[in-house]
């Protein structure tokens, strides 16, 4: 009966209502069924499919193959989140996305896309392992969409200010200063958070139809099922876009692509800094990229951007949390039992604890983003194989992050639209789309 009604293919909402009164009518069959059917075959069919389930549930830890389990919050005919996190913690390589909005029919409902969900989880592969650069797909105009409806809101509240410089050293609005073709490599300061990354990533794909491959850390792709940590669901929207493990191994295959990559040297150390090291660059004291890069004649475009003091407010650092003796063994456990990014670096940056940021929003302030002028490797090969000139190198880049991150502190201070207020006037006057001015270059 049930199926009947789908086979007929009737449109989506009518199908819903149809199938939920279907239901209901099979339910109330249940007693007719009861007269028809002797006792004795009711209780060995109640048996059967008792002693099937208890065979299978015995089994669950025996299945070796990578599992997506989707559950539905408001799923109404059955206990779907219940079952959901029951079954993603028996079986072993298993991942729990939970649509809470949702109902029981979760596939015949608005929004609901699969391969986006595969997508989003990393299990969509070519192969017998995955490979973050050779199996993605780009997101589609429709998951861009949604994605940036997202950080919509973001975008008006700061009206983020992007420059470039080109090739003379002019300084320019907008994003004209970086080259279309890759391989390029973007390296710049991570403020506090990411909080940069919401706007400027979807800033390159709307206007110059670039996308960056943000070297991520790894923990955004390692299962947290048993540590502590969030689910993984909230992160999917950075895979969709693009981002991968930061590793050698990943970073050698998106230059070798030809792409737009997004390096953060600080990491973590500088996303999660302590109170009072705003705009404070935490970078190995090795050269780690510029040789690979050079490899394949990349563009290194260094970065700065400011605006995170403007955000919030850090209440907790990790240096108050190992003070909290329940902070500090939760910290030291995550710290074990994940994935350490620097093995062989030394020092606070090659032991960045694991930790949340306790901090209090405040009134939006503005984003700036300074890129810099590009410096090309092309031609350098042999040159950036000795150490000594690749380490020059390094530090000319480093110095470039910094320049970039003195020039905007100073100059937002003459921008006569920092203020939100100012901001909200004028996109009042102008259109909410409309670009806000900012300081003069």
């Known amino acids: 009966m049930v199926m009947d009604n789908v086979v007929k293919g009737l449109s989506p909402q009518p199908t819903i209502e149809q199938l939920s ?43 070796k193959a990578q599992t997506l389990v989707l559950s539905s919050g408001k799923d109404q005919l059955l206990p779907s989140q219940e079952e959901g996190q029951r079954l993603t913690s028996a079986l072993p ?51 861009f969409n ?50 940069e990354v919401y706007t400027m990533v979807p800033q390159f794909l709307i206007e110059r139809k670039i996308l960056l491959r943000g070297l991520t850390h790894p923990i955004l792709f390692v299962d947290s099922k048993d540590g502590g940590l969030p689910d993984l669901g909230p992160y999917d929207k ?15 295959k998106l230059m070798s692509s030809k792409s737009h990559a997004l390096l953060y040297p600080g990491g973590m150390r500088e996303a999660m800094h302590r109170k009072g090291e705003e705009y404070k660059l935490f970078w190995p004291e090795t050269s780690e990229f510029v040789r690979t890069a050079a490899t394949f004649g990349a563009t290194i475009i260094p970065f700065g951007t400011v605006g995170e003091d403007d955000v919030a407010q850090i209440v907790l650092d990790v240096d108050d949390q190992m003070k909290i003796p329940f902070m500090k063994s939760q910290i030291e456990e995550w710290t074990k039992q994940y994935i350490k990014v620097r093995t062989g670096t030394e020092g606070e940056v090659g032991n960045q604890p694991i930790h949340f940021l306790f901090y209090l929003p405040k009134v939006p302030g503005r984003f700036y983003y300074y890129f810099g002028k590009p410096i090309e490797t092309k031609g350098r090969k042999q040159e ?58």
């Not at 499919?49 to 669950?60: D, F, G, H």
């Not at 895979?239 to 050698?248: D, K, N, W």
Request: with cysteine; hydrophobic share 40%; net charge negative.
């Open 21 to 63: 009164q279907d239901l209901v009518a099979v339910c109330s069959y249940l007693p007719v069924l009861a007269d028809i059917l002797p006792k004795e075959t009711l209780l060995w069919k109640l048996e059967l499919l008792k002693a099937a389930s208890a065979y299978a549930n015995a089994r669950l830890h025996a299945v």
């Open 93 to 143: 390589k298993s991942q729990l996305r939970s649509f809470e909005d949702h109902g029981h029919f979760l596939f015949l409902e608005d929004g609901v896309d699969l391969v986006t969900i595969i997508k989003g989880a990393s299990y969509y592969r070519r192969g017998k392992s995955l490979d973050y650069i050779s199996d993605f797909m780009p997101p589609t105009a429709t998951e």
């Open 146 to 195: 949604e994605l940036n409806e997202e950080n919509r809101w973001m975008s008006i509240l700061m009206s983020p200010v992007m420059l470039s410089t080109l090739e003379d050293g002019k300084i320019v609005r907008g994003l004209s200063g970086i080259p279309s073709e890759g391989p390029v490599l973007l390296v710049g300061y991570h403020n506090l958070m990411g909080f």
């Open 238 to 252: 950075f895979r969709i876009m693009g981002a991968v493990p930061v590793s050698a191994v990943n970073f050698y």
């Open 384 to 441: 950036l194989r000795d150490k000594k000139k690749a380490h020059e190198l390094y530090l000319e880049i480093k110095s470039e992050v910094e320049n970039c991150l003195a020039y905007l502190k100073e100059k937002r201070e003459n921008d006569p639209y920092r203020n939100i207020l100012a901001r909200l006037i004028y996109q009042a006057t102008h259109g909410f789309t409309s670009q806000v001015p900012t300081f003069e270059l």
